[in-house]
């Protein structure tokens, strides 16, 4: 004989609930709440099951019959414990899920916020803050789509935070990033999604949208005073979405009104004070003498050191690719190359 069952099944549904507001909050469809919820009301089930069965047989008896742990038996009723699904409002499963090796944006998104705020890469903690709600439940919900757990969400003051305790993650980032030294290339693999993905973390825990009142040049500005070493990984990341940071010796800027307007319709800044203070950015600026792509330019000047095309023809091809004419007229009689397309030849040493 054990201890009579602490919950009802009016408690228990009240905390599915809340587990089902929860899930709708990361985005999850409501015809998919079902299966979440699967795990948490079979442990309720047998929580039930168990505190009938062991009015009759021992916790050893019971234990065969359910397939259950006798320790899980012994904590249910004989010390009064409640099942560890229901007890934990962010639980939905027993287990982690194993982290896969694939392309896969959660994965990405998260590495991405992980590497922008991790101080210490032996933690096996990650704690993170932002003063918008849809934001940090973004992040927890990737920690959910990867693990089948869910941190905690909370408001501190006029934010809201949470903290993720994970040995495996932990692992798993040092192992991908070399301790947080290098991006996670194997990763993200050669498509361009896994790639915005991991920058839209990293933007919403390192990056600053800076102006002309900060005494800085208008654009995005990175700090990695504290991490050199990701300071030309970072910039090449950019430059695979033709996006061509300028670096120096702790910084990678984004400066450029075309690699800005990129940034912007790529939707890579999901912070909503920096989108707006980017779209004021953007909407100061006036035409742009070099509206053409960096590949295109490389091409199009190939052709003229290939013989392909003669000076006139050159020109001609910048011009309907975007650029102004005088700009165009000088890059063929001078040799000139914009800014842009130095910053991706120097990347790409």
């Known amino acids: ?17 809340e587990k089902e507001d929860l899930l709708r ?3 999850i469809k409501e015809e998919d ?4 919820l699967a795990e948490s009301k079979k442990e309720y089930k047998n929580y039930k099951t168990v505190h009938e069965l062991i009015k009759i047989h021992n916790p050893s008896e019971v234990s065969e019959m359910l397939n259950l742990p006798v320790t899980t038996i012994r904590s249910w009723t004989q010390f009064g414990e409640m099942p560890l699904l229901l007890a934990k409002l962010g639980y939905f499963s027993k287990k982690k899920k194993p982290i896969q090796e ?11 916020v992980y590497a922008g705020s991790k101080k210490n890469p032996q933690t ?3 704690g993170i803050s932002f003063k918008e709600e849809s934001l940090i439940q973004k992040v927890a919900g990737s920690i959910y789509h990867l693990t089948g757990l869910l941190p905690q969400v909370h408001p501190t003051g006029n934010v809201w935070k949470f903290h993720y305790f994970s040995d495996q993650f932990a692992d798993f980032f040092q192992k991908h990033t070399l301790d947080n030294t290098i991006v996670p290339w ?14 839209r973390g990293f933007l919403s825990t390192k990056s600053s949208v800076t102006s002309n009142a900060d005494n800085y040049q208008p654009g995005i500005s990175i700090d990695l005073s504290r991490n050199k070493s990701l300071i030309k990984e970072i910039g090449v990341l950019f430059s ?3 996006i061509y940071p300028s670096l120096t010796k702790v910084r990678v800027n984004v400066t450029h009104p075309l690699d800005l307007k990129t940034i912007s319709d790529s939707g890579l800044l999901l912070v909503e004070r920096k989108r707006e203070r980017l779209e004021q950015i953007l909407s100061g600026f006036g035409s742009c003498e070099e509206n053409i792509s960096v590949n295109k330019f490389l091409e199009i000047r190939g052709k003229l050191k ?41 990347l790409k040493k």
């Open 33 to 36: 709440l079902k299966f979440h």
């Open 306 to 346: 290939s013989g392909e095309y003669n000076r006139k023809e050159t020109r001609e091809a910048f011009v309907a690719n975007g650029a102004k004419y005088f700009t165009a007229r000088e890059w063929v009689s001078t040799g000139k190359t914009p800014k842009r397309v130095k910053r991706d030849l120097k």
């Open 240 to 242: 695979d979405l033709e």
């Open 1 to 17: 004989m054990g201890l009579e069952a602490r919950l009802t099944d009016q408690e228990a549904e009240a905390i599915f609930e």
């Open 102 to 112: 694939n392309e896969n944006q959660d994965l990405a998104f998260l590495l991405g």
């Open 25 to 27: 909050s990361l985005g």
């Open 124 to 126: 096996t903690s990650f």
């Open 186 to 199: 194997q990763l993200l693999g050669d498509g361009i999604d896994c790639k915005r993905a991991y920058l």
